[in-house]
C-alpha cells in the first residue's frame, strides 16, 4: 500500500491539497482519484493532528481529510441497497470525515481511521433517515438500529434459507425469524414487524400532479380533505341552521292561525311511528271545507314563508 514519505507529505499538506481531487460531476474520477491518494503513516498522521489542534492548520487538516477519502467511498458502498445517490451518499460521509478530523486527538492512541469510522456512519445515517422517505421511519433509538439492521439480517436468513433448500423467494419474515431479530437486536417483536411494514411501505404523494393525458391524479388528498371545514362551507352551514330554526320561526309568526296550523302539521309534525302529520283531508274534516281549499291556503302559505325567509336572510 502506497504511502506519503515525509517530504511528499508536507508538499501535499503546503500545496493546495483539493487540486488532487477531479472536478465536481463526474464521480467515477473522483473514486478513481480517491482511491489513488496516497496513506499516511503513523507519523504524518500525527504530526498533522498536532498542527491542526495546536495552531489550527487548514492544510495539515486537508491532509487528513485527503488521505481518508477512500474510507469515505468504501463505507457509503454500505448503503446503496438504500436507493440514494452514491454521489450523495459520498459527500454526507466526507462531512462526517470532516467532523472526525476537527475532533482527533493524536494523543489517545488510535488512528483516525478508527476514529473517523463512527463519524463517517452517522452522518451517512442521519441523510438516509432524512432523505429516504418524506415521512421518518426510525425517530428512536431502537428504531435506527432496527432500520439498518433489518435489511442485512433478512438477507441472512434468506442466503440460510437457500442453503437448506427453503423458499428464497419469501420476502415476509416468519414468526421465528422475527423471534430471532427481536432477541439479538433487544427489542420487542412487534417493533421487528412495525419496521418490516414501515420498511415494505412506499411514499405516496398527498396531491399528485396531472398525468401526462391530463387527467388529474387520485391521492389521499381526495379523501383526506374535510370539506365542511372550509370557510365557506362552514358560513353556509350556519346560514342553513339559521334559517331552519329563527327563519322558520320568523315566517310561520307573517302567517294567520289557520294557515300556521296546516303548515305545522303537515311539514313540521312528525308521529311517534315516525310518518308525516295530517293528510289533506284530515285538516279538511277538521275546518269543514275541502281537500282543494286545505291544498289552495297551504300553497299560499308557503309562498308568504318564502318570502318572509327572503328578508330574513
Known amino acids: 500500500m502506497t504511502t506519503l514519505s515525509g517530504a511528499s507529505a508536507n508538499q501535499l499538506a503546503v500545496a493546495n491539497p483539493w487540486s488532487m481531487v477531479p ?5 467515477d474520477a473522483y473514486i478513481s482519484a480517491a482511491n489513488r491518494l496516497p496513506l499516511l503513516t503513523l507519523e ?3 504530526g498533522f493532528a498536532r498542527r491542526l489542534r495546536e495552531h489550527n492548520d487548514l492544510e495539515a487538516a486537508g491532509a487528513l481529510i485527503l488521505s481518508h477519502l477512500r474510507l469515505v467511498v468504501s463505507i457509503s458502498r454500505q448503503y446503496l441497497g438504500y436507493g440514494l445517490p452514491h454521489g450523495d451518499l459520498i459527500q454526507e460521509g466526507n462531512v462526517g470525515l470532516m467532523k472526525a478530523v476537527k475532533r482527533f486527538d493524536p494523543d489517545q492512541g488510535v488512528r483516525l481511521v478508527s476514529y473517523a469510522m463512527h463519524w463517517i456512519k452517522a452522518e451517512i445515517h442521519e441523510y438516509i433517515l432524512k432523505n429516504w422517505r418524506m415521512v421518518k421511519v ?10 439498518f439492521n433489518l435489511r442485512s439480517m433478512k438477507q441472512s436468513f434468506k442466503a440460510d434459507s437457500a442453503a437448506g433448500a427453503g423458499d428464497t423467494h419469501r420476502d415476509t419474515l416468519s414468526a ?5 431479530m427481536a432477541t439479538r437486536l433487544n427489542v420487542k417483536p412487534e417493533e421487528v414487524l412495525e419496521m418490516e411494514t414501515r420498511l ?13 393525458d391530463g387527467d388529474d391524479g387520485f391521492g389521499p388528498i381526495a379523501y383526506l380533505a374535510d370539506a365542511s371545514q372550509e370557510p365557506t362551507a362552514q358560513l353556509e352551514s350556519r346560514q342553513r341552521d339559521r334559517l331552519s ?3 322558520i320561526s320568523t315566517a310561520l309568526e307573517a302567517l294567520d292561525e ?5 303548515v305545522e302539521e303537515r311539514w313540521l309534525k312528525v308521529n311517534d311511528d315516525g310518518s308525516g302529520g295530517m293528510t289533506l283531508h284530515d285538516l279538511a274534516a277538521v275546518y269543514s271545507v275541502s281537500a282543494e281549499r286545505i291544498r289552495q291556503i297551504e300553497v299560499a302559505a308557503m309562498k ?8 330574513f336572510a
Not at 415494505?200 to 401526462?212: F, I, K, N
Request: proline residues 6%; without cysteine.
Open 138 to 147: 426510525a425517530t428512536t433509538k431502537a428504531q435506527r438500529k432496527l432500520f
Open 304 to 311: 308568504k314563508m318564502k318570502k318572509a325567509l327572503a328578508d
Open 245 to 247: 330554526t329563527d327563519g
Open 258 to 262: 289557520r294557515s300556521r296550523r296546516i
Open 44 to 46: 504524518e498522521e500525527q
Open 200 to 212: 415494505s411501505g412506499g411514499d405516496v404523494l398527498l396531491d399528485p400532479s396531472p398525468s401526462d
Open 176 to 180: 421465528d425469524e422475527v423471534s430471532q
Open 23 to 27: 472536478p465536481l460531476g463526474n464521480l
